[in-house]
């Protein structure tokens, strides 16, 4: 019990101390380990009836954590990328609903990997000084709010 108390409170405290950036890259990260958990759901046997109560759950995490990725795009400073992003986002979500009304595990594998691929691309951006600087100071972020 004491282990998860201070896991909890470390959690706060990354979150509390993340640049903006770090924080675009903990929500794909989270909303990846979204899509892996319904992943599994899906794996589990159909008669398992707790498997659609996880599958639904698991997506819907991953919905509003796009949600959220995409409700923190700045028109005015992204650019031609922010409005992409968005058209990407939506994307995203129109396949998890479609996921989770007709349980298919086809368009939550589809949507891993490219949410993986956006994931591994921001991760490498924020490596480099001189892009990374750019997402680090809520000054200067190109298409975040």
Same mark, same amino acid.
């Given at each position: 019990m004491v282990a998860s108390a201070y896991a909890r409170v470390y959690r706060a405290n !990354?979150?509390?101390t993340a640049t903006p950036g770090q924080l675009v890259l903990m929500l794909y990260d989270s909303a990846l380990? !979204?899509?892996e958990a319904a992943q599994g759901a899906f794996? %589990?046997?159909p008669a398992d009836l707790k498997r659609y109560e996880d599958i639904n759950r698991h997506l819907r995490k991953a919905q509003r954590i796009i949600a959220e990725l995409r409700q923190s795009l700045n028109f005015e400073a992204g650019g031609d990328f922010a409005p992409l992003m968005h058209r990407l986002y939506e994307y995203y979500n129109r396949r998890l609903v479609?996921?989770?009304?007709?349980k298919k595990v086809?368009?939550?594998v589809e949507v891993e990997g490219l949410l993986r $691929?956006? %994931?591994?691309?921001?991760? $490498?951006?924020l490596k480099r000084p001189e892009a990374?600087?750019?997402v680090q100071a809520p000054e200067a972020q190109p298409a975040l709010r």
């Amino acid at each position: 019990m004491v282990a998860s108390a201070y896991a909890r409170v470390y959690r706060a405290n !990354s979150i509390l101390t993340a640049t903006p950036g770090q924080l675009v890259l903990m929500l794909y990260d989270s909303a990846l380990a !979204s899509l892996e958990a319904a992943q599994g759901a899906f794996g %589990r046997s159909p008669a398992d009836l707790k498997r659609y109560e996880d599958i639904n759950r698991h997506l819907r995490k991953a919905q509003r954590i796009i949600a959220e990725l995409r409700q923190s795009l700045n028109f005015e400073a992204g650019g031609d990328f922010a409005p992409l992003m968005h058209r990407l986002y939506e994307y995203y979500n129109r396949r998890l609903v479609e996921a989770n009304m007709q349980k298919k595990v086809e368009p939550v594998v589809e949507v891993e990997g490219l949410l993986r $691929e956006l %994931r591994d691309a921001w991760a $490498e951006m924020l490596k480099r000084p001189e892009a990374g600087a750019a997402v680090q100071a809520p000054e200067a972020q190109p298409a975040l709010r």
